[in-house]
């Protein structure tokens, strides 16, 4: 069975361009996340959906981020403009149902703003 | 507030080694708890986990138990293998906002 596929893998961009991060869940899954991974702050929660509709977008760091999620199988997570800080490997993951603790994460997207 | 705190890293061992990295949390009630797993350029993943008080997760020779009455869920293993080194996540999942909260995480090394 195929488990998340996340894209691109790796991306290098200059800074201030956009940067669109894709993410297919595990199909019959209901739940979609959102991390952000650095040496220096872990692994952080950015937004999380539940049946297609965000949950929690605290995470979110500022306005030049936002995540949708059109429908069951797809969400993109875009940064308009990015900066050198938003360096970082972006992790989706998804889970079968809102109160389980069992996430299926993505290879990651790492990215590199220049 | 809900969160969790870990052993810091790195842990270099040898292998065949005891292995312990430990693991506290603070919530609300009594949340279900588990340990990820990230090997070198890969995602996480689900190591074992607990869903409720003195139960025992296991899995790969690892395990944690449930201690409620010190909120710890520390992850154990009798003897290293250098394919364990990995870096570890401690994460409760918090009731209600149904969320896992992670951990700073545990990077294990084993020397052969």
């Known amino acids: 069975d195929a488990g998340v596929i996340q894209s691109p893998r790796h991306e290098v961009t200059e800074m201030g361009q956009e940067v669109t991060l894709r993410c297919k869940p595990i199909?019959?899954?209901?739940?979609l996340f959102w991390y952000r991974q650095t040496m220096m702050r872990g692994l952080e929660l950015l937004i999380y959906?539940?049946?297609?509709?965000?949950?929690?977008d605290s995470g979110m760091p500022e306005d030049r981020f936002s995540a949708k999620m059109p429908n069951a199988s797809f969400s993109t997570l875009k940064i308009q403009p990015s900066e050198p800080r938003d360096s970082a490997v972006y992790f989706c993951?998804?889970?079968?149902?809102?109160?389980?603790?069992?996430?299926?994460f993505g290879e990651g997207s790492r990215l590199t703003v220049l | 507030g809900n969160s969790v705190t870990q052993m810091e890293g790195p842990v270099t061992l040898s292998e065949e080694a005891f292995l312990t990295i430990n693991c506290t949390y603070t919530?609300?009630?009594?949340?279900?708890l588990f340990w990820y797993v990230q090997y070198p350029g890969e995602g996480l993943q689900l190591l074992l986990k607990?869903?409720?008080?003195?139960d025992k997760g296991s899995n790969k020779g690892f395990e944690a138990t449930y201690r409620k009455e010190t909120t710890s869920f520390h992850l154990e293993k009798g003897s290293v293998q250098v394919s364990d080194s990995a870096v570890y996540f401690c994460?409760?999942?918090?009731?209600?906002?149904?969320?896992?909260?992670f951990g700073q995480g545990t990077r294990l090394t084993i020397n052969p």
């Open positions: 993951a998804s889970r079968l149902g809102p109160n389980t603790g069992e996430l299926f």
């Open positions: 199909s019959g899954h209901n739940s």
């Open positions: 959906f539940n049946n297609n509709v965000p949950i929690d």
């Open positions: 919530a609300t009630g009594y949340p279900s």
């Open positions: 607990a869903t409720k008080a003195d």
């Open positions: 994460a409760p999942l918090i009731q209600g906002a149904q969320k896992l909260v």
